[in-house]
């Protein structure tokens, strides 16, 4: 099945997310890619090759609209190139969309390090796959279960 991944980059970091990419167009040749409006933009005019959809910009929902996706089973993994060094007017919402990757055990690369070991592992499309359907609700049946 083909995968649906997420990819975003906070504004000093488009450039090397736009680079990073070039090094690995022929995995994402085979993918869906979910971005956020002005990182999708970059993709879009960079690598026309590729299927890209750009969602809102991060700070008018997009992160939340990758969030959404993520609660409902449809994306497999996330890069996510965050700035460390500037504060975002929109933190709670890149918080929620990481915590959700967290929850759903969504496969979720922060830096480039990371990235390059999830896309080199031979392993990658069949783990995002063994996790694609990974319910949340049964690992926390407790609070699934509570009384109210
Ligand atoms: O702010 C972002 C992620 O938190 C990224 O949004 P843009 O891709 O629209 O710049």
Redesign the pocket.
Known sequence: MVLSVGV????RR?REMADWLEKHKDVFANMRIF????????LQERFTELDVHPL?????G??QQLGSMIAHGELQAMF?F?DPMTP?P?DV??RA?IRLANMYEVPIACNQSTADLLISNPRFEEICEQYRNHSPEQVFADYSNRKV
């Open positions: 975003v980059a906070h504004d488009k971005a956020t409006g002005t990182t999708g933009r970059v809102k910009s991060g700070p008018f997009g992160d996510f965050t975002q929109h919402d890149v969309l």
